[in-house]
């Protein structure tokens, strides 16, 4: 018997909650980017510094992909001279492409701060498996620096960079000291 949430519970069954709709506050805005927006220009500069090479990457990424297709185009226009070996190579270039493209997706997820440099080492190591795969404990062992390790949080308010409490005095412990003893 299907739950109507307007009809009171009969007699030995549980009262079931109704499922609550989220609803946003009022003011909130429909997307990201109007809310990004919104923000303090220090907060969209720190957004804007931990994306950039992800944007630089996908920008360039669009645009080859939008020369390689406009070269498929021309060479489609002149099929009657096209040899295997143009077909080939265009074929090789759209299979680096998308490698580069899913080596920058799995990069991210990776933790890696410059994916550009990365796919360099990747692509100098040959970090990658029959099937186009980055290796990444490869990439680790070849090029540490590449996956900067994260610092822990801080266990409590005030602690300072390394993580330690910073040292207490009290005021009696500063009483004796002035007084020299």
Partial sequence: MPEDPETPPQDGEDAAPA???YTPPPGTPEEFAAWLQAQPAEAR???DAHTRSLQSGLERER???KSLRQELKGIAAAADGVTKQD???L???LTV???RIDFYRLAQREGVPNVDLAWLAAVEVG???KHGVPDFSLLKAQYPELFPKRRPAAAQ???GANGEAPATTDFNAFIRRSAGR
């Fill in 45 to 47: 500069d720190v957004y």
């Fill in 63 to 65: 645009t080859q992909n």
């Fill in 91 to 93: 074929s090789e270039k």
């Fill in 87 to 89: 077909l080939d190579a």
């Fill in 19 to 21: 499922e609550a709709v």
């Fill in 127 to 129: 970090a990658f498996d």
């Fill in 97 to 99: 492409a998308d490698k």
């Fill in 157 to 159: 308010a005030g602690a």
